[in-house]
C-alpha cells in the first residue's frame, strides 16, 4: 500500500514521468490559485472515482468496462465543476472547460483501468492519493514559478519590487511549455543520477 501511494509521487508522477493530463497542467497553471483549485478538482475525481470502481468492480462486464468507469468518472466531475460555479465562480470562470474535461483526463482513466479495476478498495485510494499529489505539486510548482516570473506575485501577493519586469511569455503557451520542460528535464536527470548510484 505504501508502494502504490509513493509511486505516484515521483518515480511514476503522471506529469513529469508518464507525460499524462497535460492538456489541464499546461492551459490552466498561469496562476498559482488556479493552479490549486484544478489540483483539487483533479484530486477529488480521481479519489472518489478510484474507491467507486474498485468497490464494483467484480460486478463490472468486462464489456462495457471503459463505458461505465467513465460514467462513474463524469458524475464527480460534475459535482466538482457545479460545485465550483456556486462557490467560486470567478475560479470556475478561469478555468473554463478543463475541469468539464477531467472526464477524459487521461491520468484519472488510466489510473482506473491499471489501478483501481484491478485491486481492493485501500491499494486503490493510496494510488489515487499518490497519484493525485503527484499531479497537484506539479500544477501547483508549475502555477507559482509561471505567476512569478509572470506577474511578480504568488497567490496574488506581490513578492517581486516595482524593478522587475514581467516576463509576458511566462503566462502565454509557450511559457507553460518552457517551465515544463524544464521540470521534465530535471525530473530526468535526478532519476539518470539516482539510477547510476
Known amino acids: 500500500m505504501k508502494k502504490a501511494f509513493v509511486n505516484g509521487l515521483v518515480k511514476e508522477n503522471p506529469v513529469l ?27 477529488f475525481v480521481l479519489v472518489f ?9 467484480k460486478i463490472i462486464p468486462d464489456q462495457v468496462r471503459i463505458p461505465s468507469f467513465i460514467v462513474v468518472i463524469a458524475t464527480f466531475v460534475t459535482i466538482a465543476d457545479l460545485f465550483l460555479k456556486a462557490y467560486f ?3 470556475s470562470k478561469n478555468l473554463g472547460p478543463f475541469v468539464p ?33 503527484g499531479y497537484s505539486w506539479v500544477i501547483i510548482l508549475l502555477g507559482i514559478v509561471r505567476e512569478l516570473l509572470g506577474f511578480g506575485t504568488i497567490f496574488g501577493h506581490r513578492v517581486l519590487g516595482a524593478w522587475f519586469h514581467p516576463f509576458v511569455v511566462m503566462l502565454l503557451p509557450p511559457g507553460a511549455f518552457i517551465t515544463l520542460g524544464v521540470m521534465v528535464g530535471t525530473m530526468r536527470w535526478i532519476q539518470a543520477k539516482a539510477s547510476k548510484s
Open 17 to 43: 514521468v508518464g507525460l499524462l493530463g497535460l492538456c489541464s497542467v499546461l492551459a490552466v497553471s498561469n496562476t498559482a490559485i488556479n493552479s490549486v483549485f484544478m489540483a483539487a478538482a483533479v484530486t
Open 89 to 91: 465562480p470567478e475560479i
Open 101 to 133: 474535461l477531467i472526464v477524459v483526463n487521461c491520468i484519472i482513466l488510466a489510473r482506473q483501468e491499471a489501478f483501481a479495476s484491478k485491486n481492493p478498495v485501500h491499494y486503490a485510494l493510496a494510488d489515487a492519493l499518490g497519484m493525485s499529489i
Open 49 to 57: 472515482s478510484s474507491l467507486i470502481i474498485s468497490i464494483i468492480r
